[in-house]
């Protein structure tokens, strides 16, 4: 079935480090892909997507492509900050009636001054 | 705009003890509505989905049940709880892009559930 694959957290980076997570996909067709980020105590907010193949979603200095022959859709950062220290969720959308968004397991990050 | 709501937004029962979370929705219609469980440091696992009125489809099967009354509410419930039900629940809303090419879920504050 379909399912996204995201890097083990926690990652714990310095204030102004370059940041990458990873994440793969199974699905069976072209899915939408998107990057929820959760922080602490809160719900998840959409962070940024893409909805084909060499898309680039982007918001707040994150950016993830979708790449097709890799089906990959890596969440990058050039320069964190401690304010973005949140749990990051990769997550497929298919199109289909049965409506559901699959998540990856959702990696930590910590970023300290 | 759209806005979701969440109730309680903290809570502590009793094992054995029932439970009622609701979640509603505001400024769309006939939305897709999720429950989901976030247990500590996991991530989500989907419970409960429903794609309009009292059309409920369940992924896990548990002690919890789902109830859609109207377009824009969904109640999670229990009639005994037990240890393991507390955690995080989040309900979430979608609809399709105009376009019809994916499905954006929008999220909930949520409910601390802690079962002692």
């Known amino acids: 079935g379909d399912s996204v694959t995201q890097m083990e957290g926690p990652v714990t980076l310095s204030e102004e480090a370059f940041l990458t997570i990873n994440c793969t996909y199974t699905a069976t067709g072209y899915p939408s892909l998107f990057w929820y980020v959760q922080y602490p105590g809160e719900g998840l907010q959409l962070l940024l997507k893409a909805t084909k193949a060499d898309d680039k979603g982007s918001n707040k200095g994150f950016e993830a492509t979708y790449r097709k022959e890799t089906t990959s859709f890596h969440l990058e950062k050039g320069s964190v900050q401690v304010s973005d220290s949140a749990v990051y969720f990769c997550a497929l959308s298919m199109k289909t009636s049965y409506d559901k968004v699959i998540f990856g397991p959702g990696t930590s990050l910590s970023v300290i001054p | 705009s759209q806005t979701i709501h969440q109730w309680p937004a903290t809570l502590v029962q009793p094992v054995g003890s029932p439970l009622s979370l609701e979640c509603t929705v505001e400024?769309?219609?006939?939305?897709?509505l999720y429950w989901y469980r976030q247990a500590a440091g996991r991530g989500l696992q989907l419970l409960f989905y429903s794609v309009g009125i009292g059309q409920i489809s369940s992924e896990v099967p548990q002690n919890l049940s789902a109830s859609r009354p109207q377009d824009r509410q969904f109640i999670l419930s229990s009639k005994k709880l037990l240890l393991s039900d507390s955690g995080f629940y989040l309900c979430?809303?979608?609809?399709?892009?105009?376009?019809?090419?994916?499905?954006?879920?929008?999220f909930g504050p949520g409910t601390r559930l802690t079962v002692l």
């Open positions: 979430a809303w979608s609809v399709w892009e105009s376009s019809g090419t994916y499905n954006e879920q929008f």
């Open positions: 400024g769309t219609s006939n939305p897709n």
